[in-house]
């Protein structure tokens, strides 16, 4: 049974008066700027978006947009140039890269990756270095340095696998990351590793490494005295003032020879200079002289 409604409960009731609904409110705020300034901020608010997002989302990676889906483009001025390689290439078309071109000039030099920490071999090592001395180029062999793990066991285990003869460019350290070192133990751990490879082949090794990590942590003078392969990519003229040897200016270089990406690089000097950079004969007196320190 529904109860009846009180007669009191409609006597005396005050209507309530409404304020404007949230959206209505702002809509009377809008009113009182003119219509011009409103379309100009909505231009500024999507003018800063679009900023935003080119600044953190596009510009890091448009030169890299463009190096894999243009036309390869490669510095100009300079006349000896060269790739470098591992496994990732998996088999190079030797016959077609001895007659390759990057740029207007012949490949000249080919870096092999030889070694990584104190274990790990590239698998296609022993193939790519024996065919880029076969077939009349310039070669070298390089080491990836792993922080944290012992810098002589890494330079054994190179020397070892490298077996660098005459005519080969130095011994190549490729540095890339610190790890859980400080900046200091990582120049000592680094200069350990250079120190052996010269011991060994008595010229002083090649060491790589990218502009900004160079700049941070391996900018101080011990390292000046060794010739410097530096990366960085995508830019027509280096930012680096130092001295330096080679330049890795692109890791999206196409080359006869070579399926998909290569690095590519440029040797800073004429091919008689690249030639005077490699390991000298060994003559008797040579021999005589380190043979002591090696027993």
């Known amino acids: 049974m529904k109860k009846s409604r009180s007669r009191s409960s409609s006597v005396g009731r005050v209507k309530k008066k409404h304020s404007p609904k949230g959206g209505a409110g702002r809509g009377l705020v809008f009113r009182r700027f003119p219509a011009w300034l409103l379309w ?3 231009l500024l608010v999507t003018a800063a978006y679009i900023g935003f997002f080119y600044h953190f989302f596009v510009s890091p990676f448009s030169f890299r947009w463009r190096a894999i889906y243009g036309e390869p483009t490669y510095p100009e001025g ?3 140039r060269g790739i470098d390689i591992s496994h990732y290439q998996d088999r190079v078309n ?3 890269l001895r007659n390759a071109s990057i740029g207007n000039a012949p490949v000249s030099f080919v870096f092999i990756k030889a070694t990584e920490g104190e274990k790990l071999f590239d698998d296609n090592f022993n193939r790519n270095f024996a065919n880029t001395k076969r077939n009349g180029l310039i070669r070298g062999a390089y080491h990836f340095f792993v922080p944290g793990i012992d810098p ?8 070892k696998i490298a077996q660098l003869e005459p005519g080969d460019l130095p011994p190549v350290l490729d540095i890339e990351k610190k790890g859980d070192l400080t900046p200091e133990q990582l ?5 350990i590793w250079l120190d052996k490879a010269e011991a060994e082949y008595g010229v002083k090794p090649i060491l790589y490494t990218g502009y900004k990590f160079k700049m ?3 900018n101080t003078p ?3 005295a060794y010739p410097y392969w530096i990366a960085h990519y995508y830019v027509e003229k280096l930012a680096y003032k130092g001295k330096w040897a ?5 890791d999206c270089g196409k080359v006869s020879g070579i399926k998909g990406f290569v690095d590519c690089n440029i040797f800073n000097g004429t091919l008689q200079d690249l030639m005077q950079l490699t390991l000298p004969e060994v003559s008797p007196e040579n021999i005589n002289e380190v043979s002591p320190e090696k027993q």
């Not at 120049?187 to 200069?191: C, S, T």
Request: proline share 0%; charged share 35%.
């Open 152 to 159: 002589r066991k890494q330079a054994d285990f190179y020397l």
């Open 216 to 218: 941070q942590y391996l």
């Open 187 to 191: 120049r000592r751990d680094v200069k």
């Open 246 to 250: 080679f330049w890795q200016h692109t």
């Open 94 to 96: 030797w016959e077609k």
């Open 222 to 224: 011990e390292f000046d």
């Open 78 to 80: 300079y006349e000896v």
């Open 40 to 42: 100009l901020g909505g």
